[in-house]
């Protein structure tokens, strides 16, 4: 079965400072990597996502993650954070095809609080 | 267009009433997905649809959990009797048919949040 681990449950850090939150995932075959952003009382946005190509994928609000095949990592980081960012951040991933077709497995989240 | 609407928002319950959610996915997307999201951890899987039809309800508790997608576009997710440990967010979510299903891109509602006292 598909496993992610989100290596850090929070993650403290101060304002325009760069950050990382490091994001592991079990697998032998083909994946779907995704980071969703969730704000206090609201459902999960999707931040990015690598499908296939290059390894250094660029999503919104400034995130960017790196897809590392052989370490099975997919790791956000933001040179720059803003205090807009501080919420509960989601690596997902999804096996290309098979009987996991459409499934999502999540890790359990990383809580990034940016203190100014 | 228009995202993915749940209601209620919240809910707050005794042990071994019922509940029922509701969600309506965004307008032309085939596949509905319902999650639970217990405090602390990330979102569990609990039903998928394909149109009306049951694709993936591996996790879901069936004898106290059911789900049904009326006529292919909105979904309830019951659940009768609860218990304490039901207590989560359940979220919603739907997918497009075509490419976008298949590399799995879902969009998500705002979720309900259920307290079982």
Redesign the interface.
């Known amino acids: 079965a598909q496993s992610?681990t989100q290596l850090d449950s929070q993650v403290p850090v101060f304002e325009e400072a760069p950050v990382e939150l490091r994001c592991n995932y079990s697998s032998s075959v083909s994946v779907?990597l995704?980071w969703?952003v969730q704000y206090p009382?609201?459902?999960?946005?999707?931040l990015l996502?690598y499908?296939s190509g290059s390894t250094l994928v660029k999503g919104i609000n400034g995130f960017e993650a790196e897809f590392n095949k052989s370490q099975t990592s997919f790791h956000l980081r933001k040179p720059s954070v803003h205090i807009s960012d501080t919420a509960e951040y989601?690596c997902?991933v999804?096996y290309a095809g098979g009987t996991s077709?459409?499934?999502?497995t999540?890790?359990?989240?990383t809580i990034l609080t940016v203190h100014p | 267009e228009a995202g993915v609407a749940q209601s209620p928002r919240y809910k707050i319950i005794e042990k071994r009433q019922s509940v029922a959610f509701w969600c309506n996915p965004i307008s032309g997307h085939a596949t509905l997905y319902w999650y639970q999201q217990i405090l602390g951890q990330g979102p569990k899987l609990l039903i998928q649809f394909q149109n009306n039809g049951v694709v993936d309800d591996s996790q879901l508790p069936k004898d106290r959990f059911s789900a049904e997608r009326l006529k292919g576009v909105d979904s309830t997710l019951k659940i009768q009797p609860a218990k304490l440990e039901d207590s989560a967010v359940y979220l919603c979510a739907s997918s497009p048919k075509g490419l976008a299903l298949a590399k799995n891109i879902q969009y998500f509602g705002a979720g309900t949040r259920l307290s079982v006292l």
């Not at chain 1, 077709?101 to 999502?104: A, P």
């Not at chain 1, 999540?106 to 989240?109: A, D, H, K, L, S």
């Open positions: 992610v779907y995704f969703y009382n609201q459902g999960l946005q999707l996502k499908l989601f997902a999804s077709y459409g499934k999502l999540f890790g359990q989240g």
